[in-house]
């Protein structure tokens, strides 16, 4: 059993509560207690004690939509005289090429590094979309050994599409099947690792294509992690199909279903948000990446108005959930051209729809600290200047903490990072065999 004591807690439950000189006990997997360190060691007298020196502990990030296959990116040279100048160029001269080059080592290595810098950023469960069309059949395991070295949560899927032949998209549907059965086998005792169907849009997909995977999707009764409405393209297919728009579509062909995944809706009409919302679907925002591609900004406070449950994710532009929250936060303020806009959604969306949407899938209390929920914590190395309460604890987060901050990253019950530096793998080897199978896979690119 062990105690983290002396901290500010702060526990995002249903009461907010903050907890000066507060504590946590976990026992194995879970946490059995939190309240005043005093308390608890009275209570707790053979606890293993940890004094975290006045720092804050709270609940592990969770981060809705991540590709860790993404990593290999950072720095790389396109090789060609003309830049992506839209979306779609983005697509066809970076990441449609990125994917047709992975091999085995790329997948494994692309992944264990971006999970090691998310447990480093704080963050304690991922949803990862995965792609590697020369490379489908199994690659999903491949992820999978890359989690379980590192312990993270993770939901997996593999990315369907069209656009390298129907072939291709057979076997990325095989591949989710098989992933997917593989996970229900083991049965609800594995509270770390989860599988959906995954997709890539609506306009790289055919109808017999999405037949076939809702026809799946109703025989394994999992939903889908698909990118909606991202770019215009995806709208102008739609139309041109002679639908209103993108969800119009997906509903069509019962994509759109509770649980499913909706990644960006930067293009989404109103009418669509009813669709998303009249179907159980999370609409998941990705605020850096759409500026990053310059595809605009999604329809955050609509959807809200709409009742859609709106969660936070970030595309893989980066590991750290600390920063999603302030750029989100900057984002709806300056689309909405008002200072107040973006307080509640924002942090609505990082702290109560992504626990929920987490919870849905993990049969696990996560994205909080309270007795029964999963021992997913981490300590953060913030001292403020001014006084924490459960009014402004948000605040704290949204303007004094970054991922750089967090200390130590513990997920069920188990220490992976303390004094920031990894202690369940040699994480400076690892590091250097990243950086080596990079060099080999930009020669390949």
Excluded: C
């Excluded at 169907?197 to 055919?206: P, R």
């Excluded at 919302?277 to 406070?301: C, F, Q, R, W």
């Excluded at 999963?374 to 403020?384: F, G, K, Q, W």
């Amino acid at each position: 059993m062990l105690l983290l004591g002396n901290g500010t807690v702060i526990t995002f439950d249903e009461n907010s509560q903050v907890i000066s000189n507060g504590g946590v006990v976990i026992e194995e997997e879970d946490i059995v207690a939190v309240g005043e360190t005093e308390e608890l060691l009275s209570k707790y007298p053979e606890v293993i004690y940890k004094d975290v020196r006045g720092k804050i502990i709270m609940p592990g990030m969770i981060n809705t939509h991540t590709h860790l296959y993404s990593t290999f990116a950072r720095g790389m040279d396109l090789k060609t005289d003309q830049p992506p100048k839209n979306f779609v160029e983005i697509l066809e001269k970076l990441w449609w090429r990125l994917d047709k080059t992975l091999n085995e080592e790329d997948i494994y290595y692309s992944a264990i590094y971006a999970l090691l810098d998310g447990v480093k950023k704080g963050t304690t469960t991922i949803f990862d979309h995965h792609a590697s069309s020369n490379l489908i059949d199994g690659s999903l395991d491949i992820i999978t050994e890359a989690i379980r070295q590192t312990g993270m949560r993770a939901n997996l899927s593999y990315e369907i599409s069209d656009r390298d032949g129907h072939e291709k998209a057979l076997a990325g549907i095989r591949e989710n099947e098989r992933f997917i059965k593989k996970i229900q086998q083991e049965g609800k005792g594995n509270h770390y690792l989860r599988g959906m169907i995954g997709l890539h849009a609506s306009f790289t997909l055919k109808n017999e294509t999405l037949s076939e995977v809702a026809a799946l999707a109703d025989d394994l009764k999992v939903p889908f992690h698909i990118h909606v409405a991202e770019g215009r393209a995806d709208v102008y297919e739609s139309k041109t199909r002679g639908y209103q728009g993108v969800a119009s579509r997906l509903d069509r062909f019962r994509i759109l279903r509770p649980g499913t995944l909706a990644i960006h809706g930067v293009h989404l009409q109103e009418e669509e948000l009813g669709i998303l919302k009249n179907n159980d679907t999370y609409l998941i925002h990705n605020p850096e990446s759409n500026m990053g591609n310059a595809v605009g900004a999604a329809p955050i406070k609509a959807a809200f108005d709409k009742g859609v449950v709106v969660g936070l994710g970030t595309d893989g532009y980066t590991a750290d959930m600390f920063e999603s929250i302030k750029v989100a936060n900057l984002l709806q303020k300056h689309e909405g051209h008002h200072p107040q806009a973006g307080w509640k959604e924002v942090f609505q969306m990082a702290f109560q729809n992504n626990r929920a949407i987490a919870n849905r899938f993990f049969n696990k209390t996560l994205g909080v600290l309270q007795a029964g929920a999963a021992a997913d914590l981490i300590v953060v190395n913030y001292y403020p200047p001014t006084p924490i309460t459960k009014e402004n604890a948000y605040f704290h987060i949204l303007f004094g903490i970054e991922g750089g901050m967090v200390d130590t990253t513990i997920i069920g019950g188990k220490i992976l990072m303390e004094n920031q530096e990894i202690t369940s793998l040699d994480y400076e080897m690892i590091s250097r065999r990243v950086k080596k199978q990079a060099e080999d896979f930009w020669r390949r690119f």
